[in-house]
């Protein structure tokens, strides 16, 4: 009786993972903005991923519903709504992964650094939080623009004392996701066979994707590589003309953001060779201090930045003239933040 006691305390603790006798870690992951376009679909993806065990759903207002709803969905998490400054300490608490798709998103004729009067404000005071509750959690930042609000939460967190480049990881993916879905529309070859790495950072030119390394192999004319890349780097623009002042991209973004942050559990979980592209603290790949690649992410998070491989002349130029942009858009955060 005692044995069958011990195994159904056990089962009833541990969620298994598949056939696998390894039990799945504890790991609470919270969102901030989960009230938000891409909160509430994030919000929904990642109570349906088993490696979440505590779904921790910040927003200033609005989130108790948003926890009610997903909370009856018969998956691992358990779910908590909290709202309003006073709730974040406890939201946060704990937290092995931080995703923030806090902040407001572009309109028609804006850009993504227009958003940056409100959003870097945002940005700071969740980054403060985060450095008093849960220091050690892996930061997925999705809040534009994220070329800036990066390094000011890296600023945030020294101030602190409790920086970690390994740990701050702004959120690209979704770059990826365009790529491989453009690239797999003109290569005509499986979309779910496609891989594209996109470097450089998250706003218009700096958007570089490397398609002279997608896979599988395609022989594209330069004209049609000229073109893939422009709509990669317009993918934001292009969503946010058809919702023509309802916002941005909200449900591929909240795609892209679960793809991201199961990556970051992953790493944390010891999976071996977790790779995917984000924007971090890299000075392998220019003398900017903050540049996306393809990062292995492990249990301390980001564990190797890789190179960008060799790159065609046409990539060649557009990482040369992407470099301007990226380093303002840096030096405007670093600058918001000591202010
Ligand atoms: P939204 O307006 O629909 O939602 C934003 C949410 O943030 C709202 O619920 C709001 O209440 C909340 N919020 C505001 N201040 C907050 C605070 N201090 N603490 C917690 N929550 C707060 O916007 P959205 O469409 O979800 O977009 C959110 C952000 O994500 C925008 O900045 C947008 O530009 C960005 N975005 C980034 C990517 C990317 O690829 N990285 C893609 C799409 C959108
Ligand atoms: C995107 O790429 O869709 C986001 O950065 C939102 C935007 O403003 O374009």
Known sequence: RSVQSAVSRTSSHLTRRGYA???????????????GGIGQPLSLLMKLNPLVSTLSLYDIAGTPGVAADVSHINSRSEVTGYAGEEELGKALEGADVVIIPAGVPRKPGMTRDDLFNINAGIVKSLA??????????????????VNSTVPIAAEVFKKAGTYDEKRLFGVTTLDVVRAKTFYAGKAKVPVAEVNVPVVGGHAGVTILPLFSQATPQ??????VIKALTTRTQ??????????AGKGSA?????????????????????VPDVIECSYVQSNLISELPFFASKVRIGKNGVEEILGLGSLSDFEQQGL???????KSSIEKGIKFASQ
């Open 21 to 35: 006798t390894e039990p799945v870690p504890e790991r609470k992951v919270a969102i901030l903005g989960a009230a």
């Open 320 to 326: 040369e003239n992407l470099k301007a942009e990226l």
């Open 234 to 243: 317009d993918g934001g623009t292009e969503v946010v003309t058809a919702k």
């Open 128 to 145: 403060t939080a985060i450095s008093k509750y849960c220091p050690h959690a892996l930061v997925n930042m999705i809040s534009n623009p």
């Open 250 to 270: 909200t449900l591929s973004m909240a795609y892209a953001g679960a793809i991201f942050a199961d990556a970051c559990l992953k790493g944390l979980n010891g």
């Open 218 to 223: 395609a022989n594209l004319d330069d004209d």
